[in-house]
């Protein structure tokens, strides 16, 4: 067992999914070069994931409510939260959503190439996660332009661009905040207002808790929302028979799952981060405590040696293995949200239109470290 990079292979500008299918079948664990330890099979991603107790979430110096918690402290936060994204809590916005698919596909011209990324995906996560929090329509261009500066400064691994343009989505979620402050007590409709009279333990939320949750729903999901928009639309594009299929009529629940399994193969949510609460042994390797270590999600997810082909479309066979929204106390809460927004924009797009294809002269360009799915895919409607 190697524990640590290849020499000659670096992660920096590659496809981490093509990297990490080449590096799984020879590596459990593998140490990048910032010292991290990643898990890649899909046994040892579970494991951690289901240890918390030896694999800590707080591994922030930030406070990140309620992902960076562990124990009994991150069960009172969930138990507070959760209930904004049952799927009772997200039923009333369910024409909402419709609205803003419907609206952004009529927008889309027919016949020539457009982005599924940039001009579907992104536009349709800022407008719906925006309908969902009551947030101004007037705020969608600074989301946008958030989302595109977010992912270069990630892609740059410049900490002080990445901490700078952090500190930028803070400030905007406080200019919601401010004007919310003098709500009417039967504001009940606004979610922005609800969080900010939540709850936990018996005593308000901070301010720093407001902020960290609203970027936890807003900053850290428009961009995932907009890549799994992109895998979707992309998948759909090179898979005629499945548009035919879906246009046919599905129920709900089988769309669901038909999106989750395209996820699966394609997972743009590549990792979370954990630290070590003491020395551990994990596929041969020894950890030491404090050990930084990444649970690859879209490796564990394409786990030949789990799924077979991992490319291989099998909803029924591969649902109950399916880590796209993680396991255990730590799995994704904002699952139903991003399920009930991904099938409607979906079916939306299905709806009005009769053929998704790629555009030849403009091949689909695939994301790079550390971002997954793809960076631009370009369609054309008909």
Not at 31 to 46: D, K, M, S
Not at 144 to 173: C, K, M, P
Request: glycine share 6%; aromatic share 6%.
């Amino acid at each position: 067992m190697t524990d640590h990079m290849p020499d000659d292979v670096s992660a920096a500008g590659r496809d981490l999914r093509a990297y990490t299918d080449e590096l799984r079948p020879r590596h459990g664990v593998v140490r990048n070069v910032h010292g991290e330890w990643v898990l890649l099979r899909h046994e040892l991603v579970v494991q951690a994931a289901l240890s918390d107790d030896r694999f800590s979430s707080a591994v922030s110096s930030q406070l990140h409510v309620p992902n960076g918690m562990d124990s009994t402290e991150h069960t009172a936060y969930r138990e507070a939260l959760d209930r904004f994204l049952t799927p009772e809590a997200l039923t009333p916005f369910r024409e909402r959503f419709r609205r803003v698919a419907a609206d952004l596909v009529a927008s889309l011209p027919r016949g020539v190439a457009i982005d599924a990324v940039s001009q579907v995906g992104v536009r349709f996560a800022v407008r719906a996660q925006s309908a969902w929090l009551g947030w101004p329509a007037d705020l969608e261009d600074r989301l946008v332009d958030w989302v595109a500066e977010n992912h270069a400064a990630t892609r740059s691994g410049d900490r002080s661009w990445t901490r700078q343009v952090a500190e930028s989505f803070d400030d905007l979620i406080r200019s919601v905040l401010e004007p919310r402050r003098g709500a009417r007590e039967d504001d009940t409709d606004d979610v922005t207002v609800r969080l900010m009279r939540t709850e936990v333990n018996g005593r308000p939320l901070t301010d720093a808790e407001i902020v960290s949750v609203l970027r936890n729903w807003t900053g850290g999901d428009l961009g995932s929302i907009a890549q799994c928009i992109g895998v979707l639309v992309h998948y759909l594009a090179t898979h005629p028979a499945v548009q035919d299929q879906l246009r046919s009529g599905v129920p709900d629940a089988e769309i669901d799952a038909m999106i989750d399994e395209i996820l699966r193969i394609d997972d743009p949510f590549v990792s979370n981060r954990r630290v070590t609460t003491c020395p551990v042994t994990i596929g041969g390797v020894e950890l030491p405590q404090g050990a930084r270590v990444k649970l690859n999600w879209t490796s564990a997810n394409r786990d030949e040696t789990v799924f077979g082909d991992p490319d291989a479309l099998d909803v029924e066979r591969n649902a109950d293995r399916n880590l796209v929204y993680g396991i255990g106390r730590h799995a994704c809460p904002g699952r139903s949200l991003a399920t009930l927004e991904m099938r409607i924009a979906v079916q939306e797009l299905l709806a009005a239109t009769s053929s998704i294809a790629l555009e030849p002269q403009q091949p689909a360009e695939r994301a790079v470290s550390p971002v997954g799915g793809w960076a631009k895919v370009a369609v054309v409607l008909a």
